[in-house]
């Protein structure tokens, strides 16, 4: 359990449903800087949606592909991405991605 750690979704809770931030967003990480509570952002978004939130957030980590993958940036700027899910996993959610693609088409 990480203590006084703030987990929050991204599109229609930090966002508005157009997808666009309002000031009040920036608003709210002031305030959990200032008292030091850290916020972790988590999306069902891509890995480069992961790399751009911590680019362009004051935001240390982000939880994407649905909460397969946290990607954070350490203190040199740098990108480092860790699996939350076996490796095992992902060859099936492959798996399902590839046959619902099939059955759409």
């Not at 006084?4 to 009040?24: C, K, R, Y």
């Not at 939350?84 to 798996?95: A, V, Y």
Request: proline share 4%; net charge negative.
């Amino acid at each position: 359990m990480i203590p006084n750690h703030i987990f929050s979704d991204f599109d229609g809770t930090l966002t508005f449903s157009d997808e666009s931030l309002s000031a009040t967003v920036f608003e709210i990480f002031d305030f959990l800087k200032k008292h030091s509570l850290p916020l972790t952002v988590v999306t069902g978004r891509g890995l480069s949606w992961g790399h751009f939130i911590v680019t362009h957030f004051p935001l240390d980590h982000v939880i994407v592909e649905g909460g397969g993958l946290l990607v954070s940036r350490n203190k040199d700027g740098l990108y480092n991405e860790e699996l939350l899910i076996p490796t095992s996993d992902l060859h099936k959610l492959d798996q399902v991605a590839r046959q619902s693609l099939k059955s759409e088409s």
